[in-house]
């Protein structure tokens, strides 16, 4: 481990140790926002360490997120709550290795198409079971689970994301990764098995997606389809990782933080506009901040020239890239 | 190039100087939140029964001068929410309006899902929650988990054996025979419904000569009429969504479908219903019904004078009788204070548009399960806990 590393470690574990102590300090507003910023942490960064390097947009978030809910929920009767927390983790995984198999050799425009059909026909398919098996559409997980609860065991998952994340850039999988993003055919006259190391990727991601929805569940009560499988919880996590930038591993908290807060800000003052509101800031940052936060503040310290003079550089570029 | 960052620099500001604007409030009025979705899958339903329900609660109440507390009157302020259909976003609206703004009063949100979602926070913070559109089998369970909780909907079981009941009284009157073929969507409430009927129908006497499942969002629905028509049914029954609802009716028309009795679950009671079909409307049966009197048609008349959209006859007079309730309550109380407004309703009965209601028990004593349209009306025919309903007529043609 080479001293920057031991800084980074030291660092994160601090930040860490800090944002743990948020349910002591505030046990209801602020903690909810923190729910929402570790949940989507979660989401946004496992998101990140398939979709980052490859360049393989996925929007199928909320169908792995969906199935954990639903694992949860359907089997809480049978089995206790954490034993089905982890089978969500491993059916997730098992889910995303057939999905993985049979679709990660299509690109392009054709993989993100089918991972947004993917909810939908995860969506199908349990309405189908539910059918066929007579039981009701709604199926309730009446478990305690307290903020303060909810909010360390997302903190800890994000922990993990972060440390597997660390593991995956240091070996040799998260080389492959990268050189796949970069020319996928390059990589594979390298002889790098690009299906296998995308299969691998797709999956660890979508496994924490799974866990996540398996710990949130208790926290929403009452599961069905339409609420389990949004297609908006895909496209908010694309956004957010988007907006904090996917080129490194603590990027898309950068996006997760302002997001959620810019979100909370303009929804609380503007009840009426939300929507209209949200669309307008998010077209700001894309002709502003194009390369996401973290594209702004890399090139601040590399040019040492302050906020406004970033958002100058990054007008320049973007100006010269339209010439 | 210095020009464009001043341009961003000034919309910043802009932003930032409406921002301050949303601070500043008046003393003399009663802050009432509405959380609901304004956008997303839910946004349609919420658009009809959800909405305007409250607006026209609010505006009645401030035409009158207010709401009658002990420090005098005070008008009220509806600020609405959109929880764009997702319970995370409904979590945090709740919880930032109790723990934060500390507003005076949350009103349920919308859906069942997001009811129960932010059930807890309810209860944390002391305001009832007098959930107008919720629908469960789980009452005893959820309420005695949260005592602020109140549902108000009948349970999704008592709707099939309700429509079940209405056909087992006219075979019995000898009026239609004892086929029935049975549709439904294959989505929630479509499911739930079909799969408490099954039992049922073969418990009252009826042979269910055709039994077909068809998915959500189809669009052709002449294979089901035909094959169902086929059966030569005496009676159809369709455990119907609003769409399904109107593609069903409409093929049901063109193949001329000539049953005794026509159901179909949800959206007959819609006025778009009344208004798409007309005369064919006519007796045709369906989930809700309201029972017909001088107070109710004034209702319908205020509703659409005030919010510029047609009342339904399922979900929108129960909102509005259960604003009644409130209403009745925080002036009982004679304040805001929700803990006390949640023990008086816990005490207390209330008169409203639909009669006198009783829901100490957290959940109501009566409601209405089946209407027909009756000469432009949506009639009750069946219900729960009343002593007497609108007699049923048979469908005679389209």
Do not use: C
């Amino acid at each position: 481990m080479t001293g920057g590393e031991k800084r980074n470690l030291i660092i994160s574990v601090l930040v860490f140790l800090v944002a743990a102590l948020l349910p002591l300090v505030n046990n209801g507003y602020w903690l909810s926002i923190g729910v929402s910023v570790a949940m989507y942490t979660v989401l946004a960064t496992s998101w990140t360490l398939f979709s980052g390097p490859t360049n393989y947009i996925a929007l199928s978030t909320a169908a792995f997120f969906g199935i954990g809910m639903y694992i949860v929920a359907a089997f809480l009767d049978w089995a206790p709550y954490p034993v089905l927390v982890l089978i969500a983790g491993i059916v997730g995984a098992l889910f995303a290795a057939v999905i993985g198999l049979a679709t990660l050799r299509i690109a392009g425009v054709y993989f993100v198409i089918f991972t947004l059909g993917l909810a939908e026909l995860v969506r199908q398919i349990v309405a189908w079971m539910q059918h066929v098996m007579g039981t009701s559409s709604g199926l309730y997980v009446l478990i305690s689970m307290t903020d303060p609860i909810l909010y360390w065991l997302l903190l800890g998952l994000s922990a993990i994301v972060f440390l597997v994340g660390w593991w995956i850039g240091r070996s040799r999988l998260g080389f492959a990764l990268r050189i796949i993003g970069n020319d996928e055919v390059v990589a594979e006259h390298s002889g790098i098995s690009t299906a296998r190391a995308k299969v691998v990727l797709f999956i660890i991601s979508s496994a924490f997606a799974s866990l996540t929805g398996a710990l949130v569940a208790p926290r929403w009560s009452y599961v069905e389809p339409t609420i389990a499988f949004s297609p908006f919880l895909s496209f908010q996590v694309v956004i957010m990782a988007l907006l904090g930038g996917v080129h490194r591993l603590w990027g898309p908290l950068l996006g997760v933080i302002p997001f959620t807060l810019l979100w909370e800000l303009i929804s609380a003052n503007f009840p009426a506009q939300t929507t209209l509101l949200l669309g307008v800031a998010f077209l700001l940052i894309v002709y502003f901040i194009p390369h996401g936060v973290i594209g702004l503040i890399e090139d601040m310290i590399r040019h040492r020239h302050g906020m406004l003079g970033s958002v100058v550089s990054t007008l320049q570029r973007w100006k010269s890239g339209n010439a | 190039m210095q020009k464009r960052v001043l341009l961003t620099f000034t919309a910043a500001a802009a932003v930032a100087g409406l921002l301050g604007l949303g601070a500043a409030n008046a003393q003399d009025t009663v802050k009432i939140s509405v959380v609901g979705p304004r956008t997303g899958v839910m946004a349609s339903g919420a658009a009809v029964t959800h909405w305007p329900g409250f607006k026209l609660w609010a505006h009645e109440i401030n035409a009158r001068g207010g709401l009658k507390l002990k420090a005098g009157q005070k008008k009220v302020e509806l600020i609405e929410y959109d929880d764009r259909s997702m319970p995370g976003e409904t979590i945090k609206a709740v919880e930032r309006l109790a723990a934060q703004d500390k507003v005076d009063f949350i009103m349920p949100v919308y859906g069942t899902g997001y009811n129960l979602a932010v059930a807890p926070i309810f209860a944390k913070y002391g305001y009832p929650q007098v959930t107008q559109a919720a629908v469960t089998d789980q009452i005893d369970a959820l309420t005695k988990r949260y005592p602020t909780l109140f549902f108000v909907q009948g349970s999704t079981t008592s709707f099939a054996t309700s429509a079940i009941n209405v056909l087992k009284n006219l075979k019995d009157e000898g009026k239609i025979g004892n086929r029935v073929a049975v549709v439904n969507v294959a989505d929630a409430f479509g499911i739930e419904l079909a799969n408490a009927g099954r039992p049922l129908f073969k418990q009252a006497g009826f042979e269910i000569v055709y039994d077909k499942s068809y998915p959500l969002g189809t669009q052709d629905y002449a294979p089901v009429i035909k094959a169902a028509k086929a059966a030569n049914p005496d009676a159809f029954v369709a455990w119907s969504y609003p769409p399904d609802t109107f593609g069903l009716l409409e093929q049901a028309k063109i193949e001329g479908l000539n049953v005794k009795a026509y159901y179909s679950a949800v959206a007959v009671a819609f006025p778009a219903f009344l208004g798409k079909y007309g005369k064919a409307a006519e007796n045709v049966l369906g989930a809700g019904g309201i029972q017909d009197s001088p107070a109710i048609r004034d209702y319908y008349k205020r509703h659409k004078e005030v919010t510029g959209v047609d009342a339904d006859y399922w979900g929108s007079p129960i909102y509005y009788s259960f604003l009644q309730v409130l209403q009745q309550a925080f002036e009982g109380v004679g304040s805001m204070d929700r803990k006390a407004i949640t023990a008086y309703l816990k005490k207390n009965k209330f008169k409203t548009i639909i009669g006198e209601i009783d829901i100490r028990n957290q959940r109501l004593d009566k409601y209405w399960t089946v209407g027909q349209w009756q000469d432009g009306f949506f009639h009750a025919v069946a219900g729960v806990g009343f002593s007497e309903y609108k007699p049923v007529k048979l469908k005679t043609g389209w």
